[in-house]
């Protein structure tokens, strides 16, 4: 069943799933996966083991990038008794002491009654454990009687008394709801019920027989080839789509979250884990750190991000199936955190020669440090290294999220957007033409009406609790406008997307071409500042974006007219 847990009660879980920073004594010349022995130096590891998931035990280095995320590590190691090699085993003894102390104290007054039916062992018979997990594990059952007699089924088993805050007590309640109502999916476990006793709650679900997807890569020498590695791939992003439509970020997408049903070479695969997951609407940030730290995107670390994040998983997650290695290493969490921050994945020794220019660069869009830039799970579906005629492309919230800032610019700016549409290439208008058909546009047209009918057909519980429906509000004023296809692809692109292509400056000098002709009009200095949102200050600067013989926009201006500048202080801190 893999590693079963809820979230731990600090907001700060990011190496939930660390793998132990001991050098791997076997010799690098000769390693075939990814993942490095959580064994002392000397003792060999096996080769189809799952990295662990306990804390490093010695002290960090010195200051970096994640300094506060560090902190707090360091503050929840003191107020647990962590151990570390400086610790006695009486003040590891004092240290177990404490923390069964302040378990106590919190477990005071908190309300662990879930409502949740109490007869699971009247229902159902345990078996042996599969999986284990930092809160809880997984066990094998069978049905006794009802509709699930004599049915095989995964049980993760939560213990109440880790519970040991009203946010832990949350988590749980929110990780079966989003059980519940995802459940329909092909890649999602099929969720049976939920029991609790004085002592656990009771997760029922599917038993998917065929492993994780990290045995899988162990068992194949590391990786995957690159036509068995996009089906993979395409799984992936199909379970990651469904979630982010309904506003459900996963927040540890990782190899050991990924079952295979069966153990057939075609199985399907279904994601798993939801214990770290929460909602999110497409105009809100999140701030909480949480996740594994080899898969943990920048923007995460910087406290501010959204289901892009989910996306920077995948990417990494596809390096690791091209060419066997993680795409950042590091010995320590801080490390880890460095390595994310400020440098980049290698894509130039063995095997990526031999691997696709298209599959390098589906890689580096997701691998993209800035979160806007990279693609959603529905647009890198429709990616050429992945498109499938054949196969439909699901609904993806982000185009209606992108019209929703279109209806609210000026005339210019929609002209500039306009004229950056009819510079497409044929990626692009595939993936938005599919999205217009999934609109079910009346008389070549969609409205408001479009796209709210659209997220009530794909509507589960998990996108009411998520109130998705709740942004498309400010779009009231508008809802008697009609847009054709035309008009929507100047609406639904986006120019941070389009400025990772590697022909973005054929794409912009194009646009501009088109701009100079349909769009483009004489502008003042002031109105040009106000244009772009910025202040006095600003004018010089925006002076040398207007050309001087006839006062238009020139192609500078125009690139920066469309993703909008930002003006930095002198007093800024370098990089």
Same mark, same amino acid.
């Given at each position: 069943?893999?590693?079963?847990?809820?979230?731990?009660?600090?907001?700060?879980?990011?190496?939930?799933?660390?793998?132990?920073?001991?050098?791997?004594?076997?010799?690098?010349?000769?390693?075939?996966?990814?993942?490095?022995?959580?064994?002392?130096?000397?003792?060999?590891?096996?080769?189809?083991?799952?990295?662990?998931?306990?804390?490093?035990?010695?002290?960090?280095?010195?200051?970096?990038?994640?300094?506060?995320?560090?902190?707090?590590?360091?503050?929840?190691?003191?107020?647990?008794?962590?151990?570390?090699?400086?610790?006695?085993?009486?003040?590891?003894?004092?240290?177990?002491?404490?923390?069964?102390?302040?378990?106590?104290?919190?477990?005071?007054?908190?309300?662990?009654?879930?409502?949740?039916?109490?007869? *699971?062992?009247?229902?159902?018979?345990?078996?042996?454990?599969?999986?284990?997990?930092?809160?809880?594990?997984?066990?094998?059952?069978?049905?006794?009687?009802?509709?699930?007699?004599?049915?095989?089924?995964?049980?993760?088993?939560?213990?109440?008394?880790?519970?040991?805050?009203?946010?832990?007590?949350?988590?749980?309640?929110?990780?079966?709801?989003?059980?519940?109502?995802?459940?329909?999916?092909?890649?999602?476990?099929?969720?049976?019920?939920?029991?609790?006793?004085?002592?656990?709650?009771?997760?029922?679900?599917?038993?998917?027989?065929?492993?994780?997807?990290?045995?899988?890569?162990?068992?194949?020498?590391?990786?995957?080839?690159?036509?068995?590695?996009?089906?993979?791939?395409?799984?992936?992003?199909?379970?990651?789509?469904?979630?982010?439509?309904?506003?459900?970020?996963?927040?540890?997408?990782?190899?050991?979250?990924?079952?295979?049903?069966?153990? #057939?070479?075609?199985?399907?695969?279904?994601?798993?884990?939801?214990?770290?997951?929460?909602?999110?609407?497409?105009?809100?940030?999140?701030?909480?750190?949480?996740?594994?730290?080899? !898969?943990?995107?920048?923007?995460?670390?910087?406290?501010?991000?959204?289901?892009?994040?989910?996306?920077?998983?995948?990417?990494? %997650?596809? !390096?690791?199936?091209?060419?066997?290695?993680?795409?950042?290493?590091?010995?320590?969490?801080?490390?880890?955190?460095?390595?994310?921050?400020?440098?980049?994945?290698?894509?130039?020794?063995?095997?990526?020669?031999?691997?696709?220019?298209?599959? %390098?660069?589906?890689?580096?869009?997701?691998?993209?440090?800035?979160?806007?830039?990279?693609?959603?799970?529905?647009?890198?579906?429709?990616?050429?290294?992945?498109?499938?005629?054949?196969?439909?492309?699901?609904?993806?919230? *982000?185009?209606?999220?992108?019209?929703?800032?279109?209806?609210?610019?000026?005339?210019?700016?929609?002209?500039?957007?306009?004229?950056?549409?009819?510079?497409?290439?044929?990626?692009?208008?595939? !993936?938005?033409?599919?999205?217009?058909?999934?609109?079910?546009?009346?008389?070549?047209?969609?409205?408001?009406?479009? *796209?709210?009918?659209?997220?009530?057909?794909?509507?589960?519980?998990?996108?009411?609790?998520?109130?998705?429906?709740?942004?498309?509000?400010?779009?009231?004023?508008?809802?008697?406008?009609?847009?054709?296809?035309?008009?929507?692809?100047?609406?639904?692109?986006?120019?941070?997307?389009?400025?990772?292509?590697?022909?973005?400056?054929?794409?912009?000098?194009?646009?501009?071409?088109? *701009?100079?002709?349909?769009?483009?009009?004489?502008?003042?200095?002031?109105?040009?500042?106000? #244009?772009?949102?910025?202040?006095?200050?600003?004018?010089?600067?925006?002076?040398?974006?207007?050309?001087?013989?006839?006062?238009?926009?020139?192609?500078?201006?125009?690139?920066?007219?469309?993703?909008?500048?930002?003006?930095?202080?002198?007093?800024?801190?370098?990089?």
């Amino acid at each position: 069943m893999g590693h079963c847990y809820s979230k731990k009660t600090t907001s700060v879980a990011v190496n939930d799933a660390v793998s132990s920073a001991v050098e791997d004594p076997t010799p690098a010349s000769v390693q075939t996966t990814p993942f490095h022995s959580p064994f002392p130096a000397g003792i060999n590891p096996s080769p189809a083991r799952t990295p662990g998931r306990r804390m490093m035990k010695w002290p960090f280095p010195p200051p970096s990038p994640a300094k506060p995320i560090m902190a707090a590590f360091r503050r929840r190691r003191k107020e647990s008794g962590g151990v570390t090699p400086e610790r006695t085993a009486e003040q590891e003894g004092e240290g177990r002491m404490r923390e069964r102390e302040v378990e106590r104290e919190r477990e005071r007054g908190l309300d662990k009654n879930f409502g949740y039916s109490k007869n *699971f062992g009247a229902k159902y018979e345990l078996g042996k454990e599969v999986g284990r997990g930092h809160f809880g594990h997984t066990c094998w059952a069978k049905g006794k009687k009802g509709d699930v007699k004599g049915v095989s089924v995964a049980v993760k088993i939560i213990s109440k008394a880790k519970m040991t805050s009203a946010v832990a007590i949350e988590d749980v309640r929110r990780e079966v709801k989003m059980l519940k109502a995802l459940s329909g999916n092909a890649h999602m476990l099929k969720f049976y019920d939920a029991f609790e006793d004085a002592n656990n709650v009771y997760l029922v679900m599917e038993l998917c027989e065929g492993g994780e997807l990290l045995d899988r890569i162990l068992q194949r020498g590391g990786r995957y080839v690159e036509e068995d590695a996009k089906g993979i791939v395409v799984q992936i992003l199909s379970a990651v789509a469904f979630c982010h439509l309904q506003g459900v970020v996963h927040r540890d997408l990782k190899p050991e979250n990924f079952l295979f049903a069966t153990k #057939e070479d075609d199985a399907r695969l279904k994601v798993i884990d939801f214990g770290l997951s929460d909602y999110v609407r497409p105009d809100h940030r999140l701030n909480d750190v949480v996740g594994s730290a080899y !898969y943990v995107a920048p923007e995460v670390l910087h406290r501010s991000y959204n289901s892009e994040a989910d996306m920077w998983s995948i990417g990494v %997650i596809t !390096y690791i199936l091209l060419c066997g290695s993680r795409p950042y290493y590091a010995r320590t969490e801080s490390g880890i955190f460095r390595s994310v921050l400020r440098t980049d994945p290698n894509f130039d020794d063995i095997p990526w020669p031999n691997i696709s220019a298209e599959g %390098i660069f589906f890689v580096k869009r997701l691998l993209n440090k800035d979160h806007r830039k990279r693609m959603t799970a529905a647009q890198a579906l429709a990616h050429p290294w992945l498109r499938d005629e054949n196969r439909p492309l699901p609904l993806d919230i *982000f185009p209606i999220k992108q019209v929703r800032s279109y209806m609210r610019a000026t005339p210019l700016k929609r002209a500039a957007l306009k004229a950056l549409s009819t510079a497409l290439t044929d990626n692009e208008l595939f !993936y938005l033409k599919a999205q217009f058909r999934l609109l079910e546009p009346k008389d070549g047209c969609v409205s408001l009406e479009n *796209f709210k009918a659209a997220l009530a057909r794909n509507a589960t519980d998990a996108m009411k609790d998520a109130r998705v429906s709740d942004f498309l509000t400010i779009m009231e004023p508008f809802s008697s406008k009609k847009i054709d296809f035309e008009e929507f692809c100047a609406a639904a692109i986006s120019v941070y997307q389009l400025e990772a292509l590697e022909d973005w400056d054929k794409i912009a000098t194009m646009a501009f071409q088109y *701009f100079e002709q349909e769009g483009n009009r004489r502008i003042s200095v002031e109105d040009f500042a106000r #244009e772009l949102n910025l202040g006095p200050t600003a004018h010089t600067l925006v002076k040398d974006w207007i050309r001087s013989s006839d006062g238009n926009i020139n192609f500078i201006g125009y690139t920066k007219f469309l993703h909008g500048v930002t003006i930095r202080g002198s007093n800024t801190r370098r990089q």
